[in-house]
Antibody, heavy 119, light 108 residues
Framework: VQLVETGGGLVQPGGSLRLSCAAS????????MNWVRQTPGKGLEWVST????????YYADSVKGRFTISRDNSKNTLFLQMSSLTADDTAVYYC?????????????WGQGTLVTVSS | EIVLTQSPATLSLSPGERATLSCRAS??????LAWYQQKPGQAPRLLIY???NRATGIPPRFSGSGSGTDFTLTISSLEPEDFAIYYC??????????FGGGTKVEIK
């Protein structure tokens, strides 16, 4: 299993960014996928989950209405579209595979991509 | 939202000693609790799922126990590579999925 995130970088407050996660080594379409972020001050924070085949989506209250999770099962890729970014969104964003179902723990993680929101 | 409180914040031990880490949930999560290990510059690694099941490839010195609101991760005899930060995470009552604040196991 390999998960490779891309798309992080420096963005101004109020700006947008799209993260991608390329997955390999497992049947992507049959597993829920997640974004989890980590900051030094707040530790690990679950951001969003998308289910496998029917793509039901779930969000933390802190990002609801601003972030959109999606997946392209034909390309084994997970996305996170982030908008109206604030300094509080500055973090390392990890893509993580659900071990089971949708409400899951995470058995594989990517290496993370850093998002910095600053003017 | 389920709040997970980990204790102690830091555990100072020597190699070969036993480590006992605690995770307490603000309400019952049944047995739906996981433990992760994270080393500097790395992503978290799943150690234990559903309170007491070792993930693939995890050595038997790691064990988990508990249910409801009180959970324990035990490392029976610390190896040098075990010094790291450990997090618990619940999936018993969601959304949201939540994590504890972490316990750092450091070399004494």
């Amino acid at each position: 299993v390999q998960l490779v995130e891309t798309g992080g970088g420096l963005v101004q407050p109020g700006g947008s960014l799209r993260l991608s996660c390329a997955a390999s080594g497992f049947t992507f379409s049959t597993y829920g996928m997640n974004w989890v972020r980590q900051t030094p001050g707040k530790g690990l924070e679950w951001v969003s989950t998308v289910s496998g085949s029917i793509s039901s989506t779930y969000y933390a209250d802190s990002v609801k209405g601003r972030f959109t999770i999606s997946r392209d099962n034909s390309k084994n890729t997970l996305f996170l579209q982030m908008s109206s970014l604030t300094a509080d969104d500055t973090a390392v964003y990890y893509c993580a595979k659900s071990r089971t179902g949708v409400a899951s723990d995470f058995d594989f993680w990517g290496q993370g991509t850093l998002v910095t929101v600053s003017s | 939202e389920i709040v997970l409180t980990q204790s102690p914040a830091t555990l100072s031990l020597s190699p070969g000693e036993r480590a006992t880490l605690s995770c307490r949930a603000s309400q019952s999560v049944s047995s739906f609790l996981a433990w992760y290990q994270q080393k500097p510059g790395q992503a978290p690694r799943l150690l234990i799922y559903d309170a007491s099941n070792r993930a693939t490839g995890i050595p038997p010195r790691f064990s988990g126990s508990g249910s409801g609101t009180d959970f324990t991760l035990t490392i029976s005899s610390l190896e040098p590579e075990d010094f790291a930060i450990y997090y618990c995470q619940q999936r018993g009552n969601w959304p949201p999925l939540t994590f504890g604040g972490g316990t750092k196991v450091e070399i004494k």
